[in-house]
């Protein structure tokens, strides 16, 4: 699973870090990822994320 | 089943049906608050529903969360533009066509042309740049508290929850203390319109052209001023942005402001009151956040969820199209109800439940997508402060009288909440 933020789209609201800590963090008002490839544990927070994203700026692909 | 309670009236037994059930009539929330009950009934037995009203056009009611979210998700094919929100005319009262009285603003403007105007000042409303303003809300918060020393009963909403958004809003906008008490009638007016205690002249159009009148006139020279000489204040920002090269056309500039005045003063308003009612019904919460101060930010996602004070928002679909199976025709409406989605089964465990540490908390108290609520972040960094402030100094609060209700169908409001209290003085 591939996660991709569009940073166009991206307001820095913080509804991803509060879905997903672990994968998430705001920096400079822009959401980035602390980790590239999130374990399969961790896969229902980040598509929670996914649906939380006001802006629809986090993306999933399978690899 | 659901909790029977002054935050959830509408949870009284009643038998419902399809033909006779009201979510549209102003006075229905004002005399019941939010028809939760009948939400309810519609999320299971019909979540996409035709809704015919005397005093209003027809539409379709949406109640589930799963389909408010993927209608808010697609912009172009659900606009905004053509009706804003499903407003309930008065009896009696004769609706006006749009071009009486216009307004264009971030709410009811369309992509691409939304998007240009929404970034002017999105990065004034980011986590990073509200937190900036967190010390002058903790001391806006303090003075509002520090007044009610001494006494032993107040009126919450009045005298708490009304003062601290609108001061805020005002700060942003670099309005001078004088001209508060102004803006806050204004914002009642504009919202409350259709509730006779904030009615001036002969009914709500007549209240609401009047109130947008004078705040027309009132920024307009205050954008002359702020040309003139530039601060960095958000009025300011707006009166010397461009648009596509050249100065914000005075239709949009001004509605610009207006909503920035009305949208966070009701509905922080409600939050708060909301918030409080539900503390004072759920004590044992009331308790775990004064127990664990930490618990701050899922306790403003739980209040936000509650309450939901923005009832709805419409959309008009552009093409034919399908939600949940029904067929909805190009041209035709559908009203979002917020507070039913943050109540739907197949999102929330015991949704009825007000639990301030509810995690995960995917609410859409702020909406979602293209118009998700520009000034959430602000609204929750208020919130925050208010409700630390209070866990910290609020020893006990009770009603000591009956609530009175906002007489809307659109924005929810407790316009009277009389507590008697004991608060303890500030700590530094
Ligand atoms: C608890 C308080 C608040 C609630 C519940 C709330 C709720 C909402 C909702 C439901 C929307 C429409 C979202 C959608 O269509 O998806 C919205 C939009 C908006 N809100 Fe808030 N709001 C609150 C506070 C504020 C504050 C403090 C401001 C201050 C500036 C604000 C400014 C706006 C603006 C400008 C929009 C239009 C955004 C757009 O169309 O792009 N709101 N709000
Ligand atoms: S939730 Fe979406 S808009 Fe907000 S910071 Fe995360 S990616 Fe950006």
């Known amino acids: 699973m591939k996660i991709e933020i569009d940073l166009k789209l991206c307001e820095g609201n913080e509804r991803c870090v509060a879905a997903a800590p672990e994968v998430f963090e705001v920096r400079d008002d822009q959401a980035h990822l602390r980790i590239e490839n999130p374990p399969d544990s961790l896969i229902e927070k980040v598509k929670l994320a996914v649906r939380m994203c006001p802006r629809q700026a986090i993306s999933l692909r399978e690899k | 089943m659901e909790a029977r309670t002054a935050a959830n009236p509408g949870a009284k037994p009643r038998e419902l049906s399809l033909d006779t059930i009201d979510i549209v009539s102003p006075e229905h929330y004002e005399q019941n608050g939010y028809p939760h009950a009948e939400w309810a009934y519609l999320r299971k037995h019909k979540p996409v529903f035709h809704v015919e009203h005397p005093r209003t056009d027809p539409f379709w009611a949406i109640t589930k969360a799963a389909d408010i979210m993927e209608i808010s998700k697609q912009p172009r094919l659900w606009l905004n533009g053509p009706r804003l929100a499903v407003f309930v005319l008065a009896p009696g009262e ?28 999105s990065t004034y409303f980011t986590p990073r740049s ?16 520090n007044d009610l020393m001494g006494r032993t009963e107040c009126d919450f909403v009045t005298e708490i929850s009304a003062r601290v958004p609108v001061a805020v809003i005002a700060e942003m906008l670099g309005v001078p203390r004088p ?11 504009i919202i409350g319109g259709g509730d006779p205690e904030f009615q ?6 007549e209240t609401f052209a009047q109130a947008r009148m004078e705040v027309f006139e009132y920024f ?15 009025t300011s920002i707006l009166a010397n942005a461009k648009i596509n090269g050249a100065p914000m056309p005075t239709l949009e500039l001004l509605s610009y402001l207006l909503v920035l005045v009305v949208a966070g003063n009701e509905t922080t308003r409600n939050a708060t009151t909301g918030g409080l009612l539900a503390m004072i019904e759920n004590p044992d919460q009331f308790e775990r956040l004064k127990a664990d101060p930490g618990m701050i930010k899922s306790a403003v996602e739980e209040i936000a969820r509650w309450t939901s004070p923005v009832i709805q928002f419409a959309r008009t679909a552009t093409q034919d199209t399908v939600v949940r199976g029904q067929k909805i025709r190009a041209g035709e409406s559908v009203c979002l109800f917020y507070p039913s989605a943050n109540r739907d089964e197949d999102v929330f465990d015991e949704p009825f439940k007000f639990d301030i540490g509810r995690n995960p908390n995917p609410h859409l108290a702020f909406g979602i997508g293209e118009h998700f609520c520009l000034g959430s972040n602000l609204a929750r960094l208020e919130l925050e402060v208010i409700f ?4 910290k100094r609020l020893e006990s609060a009770e009603l000591a009288g009956p609530i009175s209700r906002l ?8 316009k009277h909440m009389p507590i008697r209290y004991k608060l303890s003085p500030a700590r530094n």
Request: hydrophobic letters at 35%; a negative charge.
């Open chain 2, 388 to 391: 630390r402030e209070l866990a």
């Open chain 2, 220 to 234: 307009t020279n205050m954008v002359e001023e702020r040309r003139k000489h530039p601060t960095n204040d958000v």
């Open chain 2, 130 to 145: 509200v937190r900036a303003l967190e010390p002058e809300v903790t001391r806006i918060t303090t003075e509002v508290l």
């Open chain 2, 407 to 414: 007489r809307s169908s659109f924005v929810g409001g407790i």
């Open chain 2, 94 to 121: 004769e609706a006006l066509p749009p071009e009486a009285l216009p307004l264009k603003h971030l709410l009811n403007m369309d992509p691409p042309e939304h998007g240009e105007y929404r970034r002017l000042l």
């Open chain 2, 179 to 189: 001209d508060w008490p102004r803006m806050f009638r204004w914002t009642n007016e």
């Open chain 2, 200 to 205: 001036r002249g002969e009914n709500p159009t």
